[in-house]
């Protein structure tokens, strides 16, 4: 019930963490809440960027992806002014994205670090980290017997998402700035096979729809839903209806159905807490920072910073003094808000955002007239076309 570094969390950043740590030989052991199975079945993610298939190409860990993952380069955006598409492969940098789910990514990196010799512990809740501000910081757990533990560690990486242990014992000092983007999507998992071979976005007076491959069997539809609304709140039927509606199917090709297999929903909120590193308690991924989905950005962000704090901690441990952790905060943080920003962009892009009741002023007309000249311009403007595909591969 000791590691140099306890890692809570066995999500996309917990687990390139562990698996970075390992190979440089320093002593961790991850400590996850659910149950094996659970981890690797957990669908969410699956646009990888390109910096994150570096990442995990450079560490070795890459092979799953490049073997059944599928490069993709163009988006398509429905609008009433008619579709355009956006080879986004070849605009910016000329980057793609690989299009693999995330509960395989798990799975390949969880077999990785067991391969190797990784030491996990499922069904062990964190339950709070103590004395994060001394050298000998704590985690008490609650064990798959339900028995309490105590675990000790020099550094505590807290990996566990948004709703961890690693958040709620954050100090006081911890500023968490957060934004509600006021709409909510119903994310649905289909079986069936995708119906358009890009990237497809809908923005439609009825709110947004979206279509995202996620393999040639399955495919991940979003409808922007009433907040609050009970994801049970609609018949199968009444979602393909409202999907072929507002990406205008009549128009432009019909939608292939299949059976709704998941379905849930999403506020679209985001949040950053600041700074990431609170003494011997550092966060990563979900748990530092929250992106809505709009723009993809979550799980690239949870890798790329699990490399950076790999670097840190091994630097740290070897030489004894952290001055590679005083930089980690900062160096995630610019990169976080980059994110961010542009997932706003794409969030007011996407959706008609309600004006307050209040507006007398016709504010959602005016929204709604701004939104339809930004589609207008990236559908003209080769400099914000590129502006955008750098953006959107890009993390
Ligand atoms: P998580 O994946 O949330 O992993 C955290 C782990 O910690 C979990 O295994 C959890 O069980 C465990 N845990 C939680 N609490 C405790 C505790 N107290 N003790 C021990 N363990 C605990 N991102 C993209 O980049 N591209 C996309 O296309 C995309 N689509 C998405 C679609 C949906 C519907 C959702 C919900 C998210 C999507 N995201 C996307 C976001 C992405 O899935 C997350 O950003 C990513 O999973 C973050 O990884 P993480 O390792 O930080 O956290």
């Known amino acids: 019930t000791a590691a140099d570094v306890v890692v809570l969390g066995a999500g996309p950043a917990g687990l390139v963490l562990a698996n970075l740590l390992l190979a440089a030989g320093i002593d961790c052991v991850v400590l996850e809440r659910a149950d094996r199975s659970h981890v690797q079945t957990r669908a969410r993610a699956g646009f990888l960027a390109p910096n994150t298939v570096r990442i995990l190409d450079r560490h070795g860990l890459a092979d799953g992806l490049h073997r059944h993952g599928r490069t993709h380069g163009t988006c398509e955006f429905r609008t009433g002014d008619g579709r355009f598409r956006l080879d986004y492969g070849s605009l910016g940098r000329g980057e793609v994205h690989t299009v693999y789910p995330q509960q395989n990514l798990v799975t390949d990196l969880l077999t990785h670090y067991l391969d190797a010799g990784g030491r996990i512990h499922f069904e062990t809740e964190a339950l709070s980290v103590h004395d994060a501000d001394g050298a000998r910081p704590y985690v008490t757990t609650r064990e798959p017997d339900g028995r309490p533990a105590r675990w000790d560690a020099r550094y505590v990486a807290g990996c566990d998402g948004r709703h961890g242990a690693s958040r709620r014992s954050l100090p006081p000092t911890a500023v968490r700035q957060h934004h509600d983007h006021g709409v909510s999507w119903l994310g649905l998992l289909a079986e069936a096979p995708p119906s358009l071979d890009a990237v497809g976005y809908a923005v439609h007076d009825r709110g947004f729809a979206g279509h995202m491959a996620r393999s040639p069997q399955v495919t991940r539809?979003?409808?922007?839903?009433?907040?609050?609304?009970?994801?049970?709140?609609?018949?199968?039927?009444?979602?393909?209806?409202?999907?072929?509606?507002?990406m205008r199917a009549a128009e432009h090709g019909p939608l292939r159905r299949g059976p709704i297999i998941e379905r849930g929903v999403v506020d679209l909120a985001c949040d950053v807490i600041e700074p990431l590193r609170h003494g011997s308690l550092l966060l990563a991924g979900d748990a530092a920072s929250l992106t809505a989905p709009a723009a993809a950005k979550g799980a690239n962000l949870a890798v790329l910073e699990a490399e950076i704090l790999a670097g840190a901690l091994a630097e740290t441990l070897a030489a004894g003094d952290d001055a590679a952790?005083?930089?980690?905060?900062?160096?995630?943080?610019?990169?976080?808000?980059?994110?961010?920003?542009?997932?706003?962009?794409?969030?007011?892009?996407?959706?008609?955002?309600?004006?307050?009741?209040?507006?007398?002023?016709?504010?959602?007309?005016?929204?709604?007239s701004l939104r339809r000249a930004r589609l207008d311009s990236l559908r003209t403007s080769r400099a914000h076309q590129d502006w955008f595909a750098e953006n959107y591969v890009g993390v």
């Open 221 to 246: 539809y979003y409808l922007q839903y009433r907040r609050g609304a009970s994801a049970d709140a609609w018949s199968e039927e009444r979602i393909w209806d409202e999907l072929d509606l507002r």
């Open 325 to 368: 952790l005083d930089r980690y905060s900062a160096q995630c943080l610019a990169r976080i808000w980059r994110a961010q920003e542009f997932t706003q962009w794409m969030t007011g892009l996407l959706h008609a955002i309600p004006a307050p009741d209040s507006d007398p002023s016709g504010g959602s007309f005016f929204q709604a």
